[in-house]
């Protein structure tokens, strides 16, 4: 079993940037990728950021040149560094875990991007 905290969502201008971060706890040698999800107002959920445990990325293009995300295996922590946020960031932002078998997910931390 693997359990995913968010944090670090909030309010901020256009421009702006945030740092999310997912805390990992459980059965964490069982992951093999995570990655960030997000769902806004009347859109389906989409792919956001995905990180392999080997370190391999992947973006939506929406977010190419303006996220990153990057894991820290020692602390069990993934984070989603968002620079330049547009209004069309805004969202509920979900951590994702994938394992061989199931995929795990937190609860989510909003974002909101608004002057």
């Known amino acids: 079993q693997v359990q995913l905290l968010e944090s670090g969502g909030g309010l901020v201008q256009p421009g702006g940037s945030l740092r999310l971060s997912c805390a990992a706890s459980?059965?964490?040698?069982?992951?093999?990728?995570m990655g960030w999800y997000r769902q806004a107002p009347g859109k389906q959920r989409e792919l956001v950021a995905v990180i392999t445990r080997g370190g391999s990325t992947n973006y939506a293009d929406s977010v190419k040149g303006r996220f990153t995300i990057s894991r820290d295996g020692a602390k069990n922590m993934v984070y989603l560094q968002m620079n330049s946020l547009k209004p069309e960031d805004t969202a509920d932002y979900y951590c994702?875990?994938?394992?061989?078998?199931?995929?795990?997910w937190g609860r989510g931390t909003q974002v909101t991007v608004s002057s």
């Open positions: 459980g059965s964490i040698f069982s992951i093999n990728a």
């Open positions: 994702n875990a994938d394992s061989l078998s199931r995929r795990y």
